[in-house]
């Protein structure tokens, strides 16, 4: 009899450690999310999609799904994030991270540079989700983009809807003030290439003095004029073989002149845009809007916006 319960004794103690053992499932989870929080993201996603694979039916298989897109827009695999995060929402159209798969899709295909479809996506976004915590940013964002292309006005427009729409949001106070701060665009100073092609056109390189280019301007101008004064002086000596090359390449320098008296105004007009969206950017990053997002639900560290300052 004590030989039976010693047994049964030592038989319940050795069973008790085995049924403590976690299952391989969570092991496996576990693995991929200690890659994830290390920051080794193409090997996360690639334990996340084994885990999908050999356990469809798991808890969370959407979040699991949720990780392999973020895994790869954190590596910067964003094609492969954007069809990961569409994998996601026509495999779990009713899971509550739909609408973060959504916005995401759309941060992707701006750091693709892909602007226009970003701008429609995140349109969509705010169509589909308009009460979502996330909506300010993708708003917001909406007006970083047009600011990018030079899109002065609709840049302000945008910012002044997220005032207005989203008073309480830490987003507001920002963009009335960059709505403000755009309006004042036609300020800036600005060359005509017209009047500075022209210029060039009359007198070789005064269309570059015109736009500050006052060397480059004095060089076309001794260059233009030297070789047609010795392209006419051979033709006076009837030395064609001589005038005849020597002007066209006066005619050569002639039309380079006016073509960089345009372009020096171009880019005069140009760079006080880009000093000008330089000081936008500078107060967008100072905001400490980005800061200020709320994590995503089991602290998916996941890359929101990466800004391209």
Excluded at 152 to 169: I, K, L, N
Aim: proline content about 5%; aromatic content about 12%.
């Amino acid at each position: 009899m004590k030989t039976v319960l010693s047994v049964s004794v030592f038989a319940l103690l050795y069973a008790i450690p085995l049924c403590a053992q976690p299952s391989p499932e969570r092991v496996q989870a576990a693995f991929a999310d200690s890659l994830f929080q290390e920051g080794d993201y193409l090997n996360a996603a690639r334990e996340y999609k084994r885990l999908l694979f050999q356990h469809p039916h798991a808890p969370r298989s959407d979040f699991i799904a949720f990780r392999v897109a973020a895994s790869y827009q954190n590596a910067g695999k964003l094609e492969h994030a954007i069809r990961a995060y569409r994998l996601l929402l026509d495999t779990y159209p009713k899971s509550i991270l739909v609408e973060r798969a959504t916005n995401n899709i759309a941060q992707c295909q701006i750091l693709l540079d892909d602007n226009e479809q970003g701008i429609a996506s995140l349109e969509r976004f705010l169509s589909d989700y308009s009460d979502s915590d996330l909506a300010p940013l993708a708003h917001f964002t909406i007006g970083m983009l047009h600011m990018n292309k030079g899109q002065w006005m609709q840049a302000g427009t945008v910012w002044h809807d997220v005032f207005v729409t989203y008073p309480e949001s830490p987003f507001a106070d920002v963009s009335d003030r960059l709505a403000r701060a755009v309006k004042t665009v036609d300020t800036l100073p600005r060359l005509s290439p017209a009047v500075a092609g022209m210029l060039s056109a009359v007198i070789p390189g005064s269309g570059q003095i015109y736009s500050g280019r006052t060397t480059e301007g004095l060089y076309a101008f001794v260059t233009v004029t030297l070789l047609s004064s010795a392209s006419i002086y051979y033709a006076d000596r009837g030395r064609y073989e001589v005038a005849v090359p020597v002007g066209l390449l006066g005619l050569f320098f002639y039309g380079d002149s006016i073509y960089r008296g345009i372009r020096a105004a171009e880019a005069f007009s140009t760079q006080h845009e880009a000093r000008f969206r330089t000081r936008i950017q500078r107060q967008i990053r100072e905001s400490g809007l980005f800061g200020a997002l709320a994590p995503v639900a089991d602290d998916v560290q996941l890359v929101l916006w990466r800004a391209r300052f």
